[in-house]
């Protein structure tokens, strides 16, 4: 397979690594790339007609991000684990309710309402111009998250939200490659935020609950999908 670089990912100020690192992600979470399948820097910068410095940045930045394990000899897709991912939902789950839970049970507690308040207004701008469909807005879905459970005042359940994301990030890509997830997410979000805003805890308690449950139920069914694709492409 070749892919040269296009002229105007370069000439639009893209990093080559950038174009290098978003055309194998993409092609690893929709199991394009088997698991079987090598990826070494020389096949790579082969395949894109370039060097081996942005290819070797896109390839660690890959294993950063978990869709990569180095092997002796190159690069393999990592075999998402299913029970594994359930049960690190289950801990984001619990941790996210928690902050959440604390307030409610609390009188004396309340949410950081500045924080808040400047969180919607980020996704009421991303409402208006919503980003395109690609898996790196997993990483903007996270940054609302941590906001909310900052927000809740307990500094070791999002350091501990941290941890869980960084370990699911990989497999949390698969849920923004369905269409018009990011437009539904932005809007579960925003609900989430405005019953919150307006003291309705329950309500959001709720409705958070029902976000993370879905996100998991797509996560997987994109999971199963693409590990039906590479086990048949082996």
């Known amino acids: 397979m070749s892919t040269q670089v296009e002229t105007q990912d370069v000439g639009a100020g893209r990093p080559l690594r950038e174009v290098v690192y978003a055309t194998l992600r993409s092609e690893l979470v929709n199991g394009t790339i088997t698991f079987g399948e090598r990826l070494t820097e020389p096949k790579v910068s082969a395949r894109f007609g370039i060097s081996r ?25 990592v075999r998402p684990s299913v029970p594994r991912i359930r049960d690190l939902y289950e801990l984001r789950l619990t941790l996210e309710l928690g902050g959440l839970a604390r307030v409610m049970n609390n009188p004396a507690l309340s949410h950081d309402r500045e924080l808040l308040l400047a969180e919607r207004e980020r996704w009421l701008a991303l409402q208006a111009d919503p980003p395109e469909q690609e898996p790196g807005f997993v990483v903007v879905d996270e940054e609302f998250h941590v906001a909310l459970l900052t927000a809740a005042g307990n500094a070791e359940l999002v350091r501990a939200l941290l941890s869980v994301n960084s370990r699911i990030r990989h497999v949390r890509m698969y849920d923004f490659m369905v269409n018009n997830r990011i437009e539904t997410t932005i809007s579960e ?3 989430i935020l405005d019953a919150v805003l307006a003291g ?10 029902t976000h993370i449950g879905e996100s998991l ?3 997987l069914e994109r999971i199963s999908r693409a590990l039906a694709a590479m086990s048949m492409a082996e």
């Open 189 to 191: 979000h925003l609900a």
């Open 200 to 209: 309705e805890l329950a309500n959001g308690y709720q409705l958070l609950r």
């Open 53 to 77: 410095t942005p290819v070797r940045e896109a390839l660690t930045m890959l294993c950063s991000d978990g869709l990569l394990q180095r092997e002796e000899y190159g690069f393999s897709p």
């Open 217 to 219: 139920d797509v996560v």
